[in-house]
């Protein structure tokens, strides 16, 4: 008798794309910590402590993203209400606030040395935070409601209201005062402090970093929609029983 077996079949070409994709992802993120310590030219007013940057930006905008793949999922499961649709919404909410909670701490530890303080209300920071609490609010929410359709419905309409806080965080630097500065293109605040410019070098390190952590988003949020629709089958498999 063959041994039972959960997941694709040995010779799935799924199975085999996949494992290109984490092995693509993982040379990705080793070029992209070369780059980061190696590659990319040391900051002539920060020094080292301006690599964080690279970190900071990647995780903030794969965070973002999440966020936005969060919406798109949740705009699918309430015009076609398919299980699918809400798993993906879910498992890109979770992935983009650990993503986001890296941005915050890298954040942190590059504002340090350079505003000599690890935080500051500031409009970036603050409005980072929000939509951080925002996030956060909607899995506990999610969890507080047991009915499978009402959960999906309730978080899909509160993933599409929570999406504001996305373009209301990038904004809030370039058009109100703010101590953040504006990496990619002038700052509007005469009181940005840690403003630099971006060498050759740089840009191709931060690009690099971009590419790499879109990636790992992509595997994070594959293996975690993954590990939710078998919670789901699970849970159904559970109900039938009890019925």
Do not use: C
């Not at 690279?54 to 015009?79: D, E, K, M, P, Q």
């Not at 690890?118 to 956060?136: A, E, G, S």
């Not at 499978?148 to 209201?161: H, N, W």
């Amino acid at each position: 008798m063959s041994p039972f077996r959960i997941g694709y079949p040995e010779k799935d070409p799924m199975k085999a794309a996949e494992r290109i994709w984490i092995g693509v992802t993982v040379a990705m993120m080793i070029l992209a910590t070369l780059a980061v310590f190696v590659y990319a030219p040391r900051e002539a007013k920060m020094g080292d402590v301006q690599r964080i940057f690279y970190f900071h930006i990647s995780t903030a905008w794969s965070g973002f993203l999440a966020f936005a793949v969060a919406l798109a999922g949740a705009v699918a499961y309430l015009r076609t209400r398919g299980a699918r649709w809400d798993a993906l919404s879910h498992a890109a909410v979770e992935v983009g606030l650990v993503l986001l909670t890296m941005a915050i701490v890298t954040g942190s530890l590059w504002a340090r040395p350079v505003w000599n303080t690890w935080w500051t209300w500031d409009p970036r920071l603050t409005t980072t935070t929000i939509t951080w609490v925002v996030y956060l609010a909607y899995l506990l929410l999610r969890g507080a409601v047991e009915n499978p359709e009402t959960r999906a419905r309730f978080a899909a309409v509160y993933a599409i209201v929570a999406f504001i806080t996305v373009p209301i965080t990038y904004l809030s630097a370039r058009l109100l005062r703010t101590i953040h500065p504006i990496v990619l293109g002038p700052s509007v605040s005469a009181e940005a402090q840690g403003q630099f410019g971006l060498t050759p070098r740089m840009v191709h390190t931060m690009l690099i970093s971009l590419a790499a952590w879109t990636l790992l988003f992509s595997v994070l949020l594959m293996l975690r929609y993954r590990i939710q629709r078998a919670q789901e089958t699970l849970e159904a498999l559970e109900a039938s029983i009890e019925d």
